[in-house]
């Protein structure tokens, strides 16, 4: 794969993007290097995606990063795919090989299992691992969970349909079962990830009171100031291990610019950066 190093302009697109601290992580990223890199935000109504996303390459953009509600689209628009974006026929990661050769990558997947494993030394293998939502970052996510062997996965959404239709998809790769949040088993998952956007406007998913105990490790793929909605409601179901999504932001966007740059950053004083803000 051809490699863009050094200056070069980067965009994140997104509908809605102004509260992305991408920008920021990435100027952190680029200081380690002494690279000098451009990373804007660039907010794309889903109409006009397509349209941006070949201007921007035709004008010389060196990458971009793609979030809600484009990733999918994004997968359709590039000419290549990693293994792991066309799994998850979702990308969140695009490289320019030439002006007319789009590459696509998703690297949530990693992002979060580098998170949950290395950073916060949780073993997902052998669990009972509950996942929340099946939109975007569910798919993203999926096979690489399941490549930790957990024991059983469970995908609960709002709308049932949607996580049924994700267990017919990705049911090769193990276990898994679907169901709306009320069916979930009243009783203590290992791991509970929270992949739905209920808490961006400060909502649970209404979730069996003792789906998480004690020793639940309880993940908000969710992020920001303070505690989330998630992590509150975990803490009150006496949950002692709940996290926000910084770590997973983190590092799926150093696997990014990994992709762009040919160098991984370390993440570990840019997580302490974001803490600090
Ligand atoms: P998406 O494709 O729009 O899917 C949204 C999901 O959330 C769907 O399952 C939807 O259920 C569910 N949902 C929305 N509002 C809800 C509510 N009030 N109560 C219960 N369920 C609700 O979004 P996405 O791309 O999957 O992103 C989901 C979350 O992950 C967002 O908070 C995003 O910021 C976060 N994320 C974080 C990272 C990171 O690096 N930390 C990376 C990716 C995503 P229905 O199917 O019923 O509509």
Same mark, same amino acid.
């Given at each position: 794969?051809?490699?863009?190093?050094?200056?070069?302009?980067?965009?994140?697109?997104?509908?809605?993007?102004?509260?992305?601290?991408?920008?920021?992580?990435?100027?952190?990223?680029?200081?380690?290097?002494?690279?000098?890199?451009?990373?804007?935000?660039?907010?794309?109504?889903?109409?006009?995606?397509?349209?941006?996303?070949?201007?921007?390459?035709?004008?010389?953009?060196? $990458?971009? *990063?793609?979030?809600?509600?484009?990733?999918?689209?994004?997968?359709?628009?590039? *000419?290549?795919?990693?293994?792991?974006?066309?799994?998850?026929?979702?990308?969140?990661?695009?490289?320019?090989?030439?002006?007319?050769?789009?590459?696509?990558?998703?690297?949530?997947?990693?992002?979060?299992?580098?998170?949950?494993?290395? *950073?916060?030394?949780?073993?997902?293998? $052998?669990?009972?691992?509950?996942?929340?939502?099946?939109?975007?970052?569910?798919?993203?996510?999926?096979?690489?969970?399941?490549?930790?062997?957990?024991?059983?996965?469970?995908?609960?959404?709002?709308?049932?349909?949607?996580?049924?239709?994700?267990?017919?998809?990705?049911?090769?790769?193990?276990?898994?079962?679907?169901?709306?949040?009320?069916?979930?088993?009243?009783?203590?998952?290992?791991?509970?990830?929270?992949?739905?956007? +209920?808490?961006?406007?400060?909502?649970?998913?209404?979730?069996?009171?003792?789906?998480?105990?004690?020793?639940?490790?309880?993940?908000?793929?969710?992020?920001?100031?303070?505690?989330?909605?998630?992590?509150?409601? +975990?803490? $009150?179901?006496?949950?002692?291990? +709940?996290?926000?999504?910084?770590?997973?932001?983190?590092?799926?966007?150093?696997?990014?610019?990994?992709?762009?740059?040919?160098?991984?950053?370390?993440?570990?004083?840019?997580?302490?950066?974001?803490?600090?803000?």
């Amino acid at each position: 794969m051809t490699m863009t190093s050094g200056p070069g302009r980067y965009v994140l697109f997104g509908h809605p993007v102004s509260h992305s601290w991408s920008p920021f992580i990435h100027g952190l990223f680029a200081r380690q290097f002494d690279h000098v890199v451009d990373y804007k935000l660039v907010d794309t109504a889903p109409g006009q995606f397509r349209h941006a996303v070949i201007e921007f390459f035709v004008q010389g953009g060196a $990458g971009a *990063n793609v979030t809600l509600p484009h990733k999918p689209a994004a997968a359709e628009i590039v *000419n290549d795919l990693s293994a792991r974006a066309e799994r998850a026929r979702a990308v969140n990661t695009i490289v320019r090989r030439s002006a007319t050769e789009l590459y696509g990558e998703n690297t949530d997947g990693v992002g979060l299992v580098t998170d949950l494993t290395r *950073n916060l030394g949780v073993t997902v293998t $052998g669990t009972r691992l509950l996942i929340l939502g099946a939109g975007g970052a569910t798919r993203g996510v999926l096979a690489p969970l399941l490549e930790q062997e957990p024991r059983e996965v469970r995908i609960a959404n709002r709308t049932p349909e949607r996580a049924k239709a994700l267990r017919d998809e990705f049911s090769d790769l193990g276990e898994i079962s679907a169901s709306g949040f009320d069916e979930v088993e009243d009783r203590p998952w290992d791991v509970v990830i929270n992949a739905t956007a +209920a808490s961006l406007a400060g909502e649970m998913p209404e979730l069996p009171p003792r789906a998480v105990g004690r020793d639940s490790v309880c993940y908000d793929m969710a992020y920001g100031r303070g505690d989330t909605a998630f992590m509150r409601w +975990a803490a $009150g179901r006496g949950s002692t291990r +709940a996290h926000k999504g910084w770590g997973m932001l983190v590092e799926q966007a150093a696997e990014s610019y990994l992709l762009w740059h040919g160098v991984r950053p370390a993440t570990k004083s840019v997580m302490g950066a974001l803490e600090r803000l």
